[in-house]
């Protein structure tokens, strides 16, 4: 009954990855060389009903070119201008202002709510901790894949939240499957209480850390103009995020399973300049997207209230997740504290490294030597 249970779920899951990713496929099939429309174009119809997102100018040259049904073209064509915000197939942009926030904010939120719900289901019905971090971080890219448009500047912010989370998401999902249960859930999820709230908290962790992106996507763009040196700033800042983030995970995984570490505290590497570079990683990760996003919600909108009331909720991503971090370092809302005095307690060494190494941001010496150490 379980396994079926399971099976049940995964196909639900599975089912609502290609509810996001349908339409994208819809768009790489109608830019198709001609050979090939026979075979591909009773997909295209099956798919047309999905809201895909054209001009009227792109929809009319593709389909004389590829020589598609007048009834397909008018399926396909959106009476849409080039600085049109990004349509949701759920709300349509304001007329006043021009923002279509709320679109795909709901449209985020949703698929948000249905893959913790998920996550949510399972924990309740299985002892398992496989698919915690698998759901938790895969939600981010089931919204970056959701979210991409026709604006290459968000599609930027796309790729690098989908890439992060593909990266993360299956880097920890190949660590539950060699480490086993985690310590750090097993008494959490167990009750039923506990398994709403950890999946509740990962729900405002993934709708918090994509405020800039979600807030940004329904915001009108100017194709032709050039990417600004703030977006180039996120992009060097998210690059280097994640680099640090990868390397700290890559350099402590290596340090557990050497069998000659087995009792000790991983302080190599990156690991020498923070208790917690991977988070500090990941800090950096989304003070990039920020930097991305902030020049179109700082500009792309009339109202002077608007464009401070969306800068405002956008940083609260960055503003959340150092909370978030500095929680769990210092054990306020995670037992990795204790648990880590217990194991490691009686090292004076780890006592000295606790009292002197900072728990997440490096010091200034400190990172630059870790910058030092990955880059030059």
Same mark, same amino acid.
């Not at 593709?62 to 049109?84: D, F, G, V, W, Y």
């Not at 500047?153 to 790729?159: E, V």
């Not at 109202?303 to 500095?326: D, E, M």
């Given at each position: 009954?379980?396994?079926r249970?399971q ?10 990855c ?10 790489l099939l109608t830019t198709?060389?001609?050979?090939a429309?026979?075979k591909?174009r009773d997909?295209?119809q099956?798919l ?8 009227t100018e792109i929809?009319?040259?593709r389909?004389?070119e590829a020589r598609i049904?007048?009834?397909l073209a ?5 009476n849409?201008?080039?600085?049109t ?12 202002t021009?923002v ?9 939120t ?8 998920l ?5 309740m019905l299985?002892d398992?901790?496989y698919?915690v971090d ?6 981010f890219a089931l ?5 991409f ?7 930027l912010?796309?790729?690098?939240i989908f890439v992060w989370?593909v990266k993360?998401a299956?880097?920890l999902?190949?660590r539950?499957?060699q480490? &086993? ?5 097993r =008494?959490? +999820?167990s009750?039923?209480s506990? /398994?709403?709230?950890?999946? @509740?908290a $990962?729900f ?8 800039p992106?979600?807030?940004a996507?329904g915001?009108p763009?100017?194709k ?5 040196t703030?977006q180039?700033?996120g992009l060097?800042?998210?690059?280097v995020?994640?680099?640090i ?6 350099q402590k ?5 050497n069998?000659?570490?087995q009792?000790?505290?991983?302080d ?12 500090? &990683?990941n800090?950096?990760v989304?003070? =990039?997207i +920020?930097?991305l996003?902030?020049? /179109?919600?700082?500009?792309? @909108?009339? $109202?002077v ?10 940083c609260a991503s ?5 909370s ?6 210092s ?6 504290v204790s648990l880590?005095?217990m ?21 200034l ?7 030092f150490?990955?880059?030059v």
């Amino acid at each position: 009954m379980r396994g079926r249970l399971q099976t049940t779920l995964t196909a639900v899951f599975i089912a609502l990855c290609l509810r996001v990713c349908a339409p994208k496929a819809a768009d790489l099939l109608t830019t198709a060389p001609t050979f090939a429309l026979p075979k591909v174009r009773d997909l295209v119809q099956s798919l047309s009903p999905l809201d895909l997102h054209y001009s009227t100018e792109i929809g009319e040259a593709r389909c004389r070119e590829a020589r598609i049904a007048p009834s397909l073209a008018h399926t396909m064509q959106k009476n849409r201008s080039r600085t049109t915000p990004r349509r949701s197939f759920w709300i349509a942009p304001s007329a006043d202002t021009g923002v279509d926030s709320a679109g795909p904010m709901l449209e985020a939120t949703v698929l948000m709510a249905a893959v913790n719900l998920l996550g949510l289901c399972i924990s309740m019905l299985t002892d398992t901790h496989y698919h915690v971090d698998l759901l938790g971080t895969g939600a981010f890219a089931l919204v970056a894949a959701a979210t991409f448009g026709e604006d290459h500047r968000q599609n930027l912010s796309s790729a690098a939240i989908f890439v992060w989370a593909v990266k993360l998401a299956v880097y920890l999902f190949y660590r539950s499957l060699q480490t &086993g249960h985690d310590e750090r859930l097993r =008494g959490l +999820l167990s009750s039923a209480s506990g /398994a709403f709230f950890f999946w @509740t908290a $990962s729900f405002l962790w993934c709708w918090s850390a994509s405020l800039p992106h979600t807030l940004a996507a329904g915001l009108p763009r100017d194709k032709e103009s050039p990417p600004s040196t703030m977006q180039f700033i996120g992009l060097a800042l998210f690059a280097v995020g994640f680099t640090i983030e990868t390397m700290a995970d890559w350099q402590k995984w290596n340090f557990k399973q050497n069998p000659t570490n087995q009792n000790r505290f991983c302080d190599i590497g990156l690991w020498k300049f923070s208790q917690h570079p991977n988070w500090f &990683g990941n800090l950096l990760v989304w003070i =990039g997207i +920020l930097g991305l996003n902030l020049p /179109a919600l700082s500009t792309q @909108t009339s $109202s002077v209230f608007l464009r401070g009331g969306l800068i405002a909720g956008a940083c609260a991503s960055p503003a959340f997740l150092a909370s978030i971090f500095y929680a769990q370092a210092s054990g306020a809302v995670s037992p990795a504290v204790s648990l880590a005095q217990m194991k490691y307690g009686s090292d004076s060494a780890f006592q000295q490294y606790v009292e002197t190494v900072p728990l997440i941001l490096p010091t200034l010496t400190g990172f630059r030597e870790m910058f030092f150490a990955l880059f030059v």
